[in-house]
């Protein structure tokens, strides 16, 4: 199985024909995975880029933490992705995303305590049983808190990783929304999280409203943001990273510019420097 390492980017199908045409030196891209599990036109593009970089896949339906049981139709549908494709690394958000079967357009959090810990971690479990491998979980950007949490999200996750035996893909953009909605040190948030789970990094950008910040994946990666990514490099090392933008998608020359951006930090990184 290849490996990857790097900036990446996030495959659209605005895309398609611009990396197919030119196979720009991007390292390696990360595919939806939903997107293609139903076959057809966007599993072509999909294994027509596979044959030319290393991919990753990253969804949003398995819904660890939904009083649902775990949709085994979906898991056979993403399993049968993965024998496919043969990604890097298969991710999912610490979220749910439905109720008795039916599924809604938005990534809802968890609250923090330690009966949903074991109850998710377990579910973890019966996910990498299923797909025969580890799996990556992402951290959210929620905009509530419940007021029954026991533990601070950052405890939560190291101690979710742990018990489920998975890995993290730690979105860099989701901690400095919520260090900024939610007034804690994001330093505090990476110096809780076990260096050596953390797989695969997400960089993104956010919006702000009445001083509020949103993540919307429609900007450039911020300052700040570029910021806290230096400090997360120290802590984790070059780890593997992705350009993410989902709304009012650029040109693949911006996006790649981004990932140069964040090349240029990797480097500094690196072991040899």
Partial sequence: MPEIQGAGIGLRSQHYAHILAHQPAVPWLEALSDNYLGGGLPLYHL????????????????????????????????????????PVYISDHLAWVS?????????????????VLHYVADRISQVQDFLGRRILIENLSPYLQFRHNSLAEWQFIA????????????????????????????????????????????????????????????YPVQPRVWALYQQALQRFGPVPTLIEWDTDIPSFDVLMAEAQQADTYLCQHHPQN
Avoid: W
Wanted: aromatic letters at 10%; charged letters at 25%; a negative charge.
């Fill in 47 to 86: 294994e027509q880029v596979r044959e030319r970089y290393p991919l990753t896949l990253h969804g949003v339906s398995l819904s660890l933490g939904s009083a649902d049981p775990l949709n085994i139709d979906y898991l056979t549908q993403l399993k049968r992705l993965a024998d496919r494709i043969e």
């Fill in 99 to 115: 109720v008795n079967g039916h599924y809604f357009n938005d990534l809802a959090p968890l609250p923090y305590t330690e009966s």
């Fill in 159 to 218: 101690a979710l990783v742990a018990e489920a035996d998975c890995d993290l893909l730690l979105d860099i953009n989701n901690v400095y929304v919520n260090a900024a909605n939610h007034a804690f040190d994001p330093l505090d948030y990476l110096e809780a999280i076990p260096t050596d789970r953390v797989k695969e990094i997400h960089l993104a950008g956010y919006e702000e409203q009445d001083h509020f910040l949103f993540d919307t994946h429609g």
